[in-house]
C-alpha cells in the first residue's frame, strides 16, 4: 500500500508538469486535426467503394479519430529510459525505495492521461463539426475505458523498448519496426475489416490489433459484448507485457551489476 502511494505520487506529478509544459500535447493536437481534416477528406472521395459495406465518411472519421486519439496519447517515452541508461542514471536511482521501472510507468502513465483528456476534447470537437454528427454515445463510453487499457499495453512496449538499450545500445530500430507494426496490424488509418483474411489472422495475434482497432472500431458499431471480449484480450497483454517488463528489468540489473553501474 506504501508503495502503491509512491507511485500514485509519481504519476501525480507527471501529469502536473505534463500539463504546464503545453507545446508537446499542443503539436499532437495540431498534427491529430491535419490527420482528420486530411483523412476525412479522402474517405468522403473513395468510402463508397472502399468495401465497407454499411460503413460510412462520418463512421470511418469517428473510427480515425478514436485510432489517433489513442496513438498520439502515448508519449515517445523509451528515450527517456535510453537517456537515463546511457548517462547511467539507472544505476543511481535503484537505491531509492521504489523500483526503477514501475515508478518510470507510472510517470509514463502519468504523461499519458493528461494527453488523452485534451486529445480526446480535440478529438470530440473536429470530430463532430467535420463529420456532422456523433456516434452512438454508448461507443464512446465503451472506448474511453479501452483507451486507458490500450494506452497501458503500448505504454508497457514503449518500456520495453527503453529497457532493450541495455543490449542494442540504441532503441530507435526497435521503436521503428515495432511502430511500423502497429499501424499495419493496429489498422491505425484503415479499419483492419478492409484486410485480406490472413493478415487479420496475424494481427489478432499481436497487441496492436486490441490496443488500436479494438478502440476505433466502437464508432464502426456498436457491440457490448465484443467491446467486452477486447477489454479482456487488452487486460491479458498487459499481464503478458507485465511480466516482460518485469524479466527484462531483472535482466537489466544484472548488466548493471556485471558493468559496475
Not at 517515452?77 to 514501475?102: C, K, M, N, Q, T
Not at 503500448?154 to 521503428?176: C, E, K, N, Y
Amino acid at each position: 500500500m506504501r508503495d502503491a502511494a509512491k507511485y500514485i505520487a509519481v504519476l501525480r506529478l507527471s501529469a502536473r508538469e505534463t500539463f504546464r509544459a503545453r507545446g508537446e500535447v499542443f503539436a499532437r493536437s495540431v498534427f491529430m486535426v491535419i490527420l482528420l481534416v486530411v483523412f476525412s477528406r479522402l474517405w468522403a472521395a473513395v468510402g463508397e467503394g472502399a468495401g465497407l459495406a454499411g460503413i460510412g465518411p462520418a463512421q470511418f472519421l469517428w473510427y480515425l479519430a478514436l485510432t489517433e486519439w489513442v496513438t498520439l496519447g502515448i508519449p515517445l517515452f523509451y528515450l527517456s529510459i535510453e537517456e537515463d541508461v546511457r548517462r547511467g542514471d539507472v544505476a543511481y536511482r535503484l537505491a531509492r525505495p521504489v523500483s526503477y521501472v514501475w515508478s518510470k510507468l507510472a510517470e509514463g502513465l502519468g504523461q499519458v492521461l493528461v494527453r488523452l483528456v485534451v486529445l480526446g476534447i480535440v478529438a470530440l470537437a473536429v470530430g463532430r463539426y467535420l463529420a456532422g454528427s456523433w456516434p452512438d454515445p454508448r461507443a464512446l463510453l465503451c472506448a474511453l475505458p479501452l483507451g486507458v487499457l490500450a494506452c497501458v499495453v503500448l505504454l508497457l512496449i514503449q518500456v520495453l523498448i527503453g529497457l532493450s538499450v541495455f543490449w542494442l545500445h540504441d532503441g530507435a530500430p526497435a521503436f521503428w519496426m515495432i511502430q511500423k507494426f502497429q499501424f499495419v496490424f493496429g489498422g491505425l488509418f484503415w479499419p483492419l475489416d478492409i484486410y485480406p483474411g490472413w493478415m487479420q489472422s496475424i494481427a489478432a495475434w499481436t497487441p496492436f490489433s486490441a490496443a488500436v482497432y479494438g478502440v476505433g472500431r466502437n464508432a464502426l458499431r456498436y457491440e457490448p459484448e465484443v467491446a467486452l471480449r477486447t477489454a479482456m484480450i487488452l487486460v491479458l497483454w498487459i499481464g503478458i507485457l507485465g511480466a516482460l517488463v518485469a524479466w527484462a528489468y531483472r535482466r537489466s540489473l544484472r548488466v548493471v551489476e556485471v558493468g559496475g553501474g
